[in-house]
Structure formats: structure tokens, C-alpha cells
């Protein structure tokens, strides 16, 4: 596959979004306060770079565990098909759960997630994305925290990738094509 030519725009600064986890951390906390662990669910690959500062910045028990799903490949646009690639290690039936997403855009992946981590039947289940584009929903999702909402872009960085590159920026950039 030739990849068209592009460069990237800094979005959302490094400093910002480790301002931004710490204040989402001490609203984590908080609703998460009675629980004797957390189970913290990473949305792969997207949110290794989030979910790892989130749990550095949580004073909680916590457990990690991680599902893979995919609907983009190395499109910049959703196939509407949700792949499970990878499940979680852990039951997490009776238990605290916190999945923690990279972006919401569509909504297909998260619905998807959602869904099938419900059905296992968790005590209480919270969802965490780190970006949201609410312009780009096609099916109806809710996140209990958002990190920033963005525009209708095509962004990189700090986990998020297209075509497995940028995945290594500190920042969220925004992809502008050069064609």
C-alpha cells in the first residue's frame, strides 16, 4: 500500500492531556471510591499510551486487563464491523469495570465493546475516552468521561495511529493531506 503524503498539526498539547488525566483520575476516584479493585479495560491498541498514564494516576486497587477491537484497519475510515481480535484474560462478572477508549467517533466499536462487556454481567461498568468526535456519530454511545471533544479530524499521536505510525507523539495531532 503507497501512503499518500501528509504532515501533522499539534492538537492537543502533551502538557494538556496530563493536565486533563489528572483531573479525570480525581473523578475516577471518586466514583470508584467503595470498590475493593478496579478492573481497568484498554481499548487496544489506541489507548495503551492513556491507559497507562490513567492508572499511574489513580490511587486505587486496580487490576489491568486489555480487548482488542477493530473497525478501521489501516483506513482512516470505520468499516461498521467490529472484530474482537483479542479478549479479556480476567471474568469480570460481579466486579468494578472501567474501559478506557482512545476516541469515540462513529460509535461502532464502543457500542459494540459495551454490549459485550455487559453481557458478562459486571457489578458496575463505566466507560472512559480520551477524545470524542460527536459530529462523526452514527450510533448512539455514552462515555462517563471525556477527555476533549474534537472536531471532525483525523488525528495521531499519544497511542493513536494511521497505519500503525504516529502512534509514539506525545500530542494529538491533526493529519492534513498533502494531495
Do not use: C
Not at 497511542?159 to 493531506?177: E, H, S, T
Amino acid at each position: 500500500m503507497t501512503q499518500r503524503p501528509y504532515v501533522i498539526d499539534e492538537m492537543i498539547s502533551a502538557k494538556a492531556i496530563a493536565a486533563r488525566i489528572e483531573v479525570l483520575a480525581r473523578e475516577i476516584e471518586a466514583e470508584f471510591a467503595d470498590t475493593d479493585k478496579l478492573v481497568v479495560v484498554g481499548l487496544l491498541r489506541g489507548s495503551f499510551v492513556f491507559i497507562a498514564d490513567l492508572v499511574r494516576d489513580l490511587d486505587l486497587p486496580i487490576e489491568v486487563d486489555f480487548l482488542e477491537a477493530s473497525s478501521y484497519g489501516d483506513s482512516t475510515e470505520s468499516s461498521r464491523e467490529v472484530r474482537i481480535l483479542k479478549d479479556l484474560r480476567g471474568a469480570i462478572e460481579g466486579r468494578d469495570v472501567l474501559v478506557v477508549e482512545d476516541i469515540v467517533d462513529t460509535g461502532f466499536t464502543l457500542s459494540h465493546v459495551i454490549s459485550l462487556l455487559k453481557s458478562r454481567k459486571p457489578a458496575r461498568m463505566r466507560v472512559i475516552a480520551l477524545l470524542d468526535k460527536p459530529s462523526r456519530r452514527e450510533i448512539t454511545v455514552h462515555a462517563d468521561w471525556i477527555g476533549f471533544e474534537i472536531p471532525d479530524e483525523f488525528v495521531v499521536g499519544y497511542g493513536i495511529d494511521f497505519a500503525q505510525r504516529n502512534r509514539n507523539l506525545p500530542f494529538i495531532g491533526k493529519v492534513r493531506f498533502n494531495d
